[in-house]
Each structure stands twice: as structure tokens, then as C-alpha cells.
């Protein structure tokens, strides 16, 4: 079992700024990869970012390049995202997910076990 629980959620005004952080507990953190999904209202999930377990690979959805950075602090059990630059469109519930099985540039959403509760993001115009 993984428990994710995500912060750093709130109002920010398009171009500015937010850091989400997720904390894990429940199973060692730097034996599984991480991945952050957005999910605005009356639209599907979709994959933001993705980091393996060590840290040295990250993935990230086109729209999200070179906006938004995944890292993560294997000794504080923690995955974060950095959002730069942010537009409306970027409104929505985030949400970290665990991918204890597989490797890779994984996107799906039925490739990950474990979920976080969200965080809503809101970028004003």
C-alpha cells in the first residue's frame, strides 16, 4: 500500500507561479516511479509528468515542456511539481499517482496503482 498526499494547490494570477509537492508513505519511496494528471471539469485525466525512481529520467506531456519541471527528494519521500508561466487552461485538479511495476515513458492513466486526493490549481486570466 502507497498513500500520496498532495499540496500546494491554489489561485494564481496567468504567468505566475505554483510548486505542488506529494508525500508518500507506506512503502519505500525510490523503488517505484511518480507521476503527476491533471483532470479539468468535464474532461478526462490526462499525464502531466513522469520521474523514475531515482530521479534521473523525467517524461512530460508536449503542452507542459519547458513550463512545468517533475523532481523529487527520495530522503523526504516527496515528488514535486514546479509550474512556470501558467495559463488558464492549466486549471484543474492535479493529482500524484505511484507506478510501482513498470518502467519507462509510462502515460496512461490505468498504469498507476495509487493516487493522491488532488489539489485544485486555478490560474486566473
Known amino acids: 500500500q502507497v498513500q500520496l498526499v498532495e499540496s500546494g494547490g491554489g489561485l494564481v494570477q496567468a504567468g505566475g507561479s505554483l510548486r505542488l509537492s506529494c508525500a508518500a508513505s507506506g512503502r519505500t519511496f525510490s523503488s517505484y516511479a511518480m507521476g503527476w494528471f491533471r483532470q479539468a471539469p468535464g474532461k478526462l485525466r490526462e499525464f502531466v509528468a513522469r520521474?523514475?525512481?531515482?530521479?534521473?529520467?523525467?517524461y512530460y506531456a508536449d503542452s507542459m515542456k519547458g513550463r512545468f519541471a517533475i523532481s523529487r527528494d527520495n530522503a523526504k519521500n516527496t515528488v514535486y511539481l514546479q509550474m512556470n508561466s501558467l495559463k488558464p487552461e492549466d486549471t484543474a485538479v492535479y493529482y500524484c499517482?505511484?507506478?510501482?511495476?513498470?518502467?519507462?515513458?509510462?502515460?496512461?492513466?490505468?498504469?498507476?496503482?495509487?493516487w493522491g486526493q488532488g489539489t485544485q490549481v486555478t490560474v486566473s486570466s
Open positions: 499517482a505511484a507506478d510501482l511495476r513498470g518502467h519507462g515513458p509510462r502515460r496512461a492513466v490505468g498504469e498507476y496503482e495509487y
Open positions: 520521474i523514475a525512481r531515482s530521479g534521473g529520467v523525467t
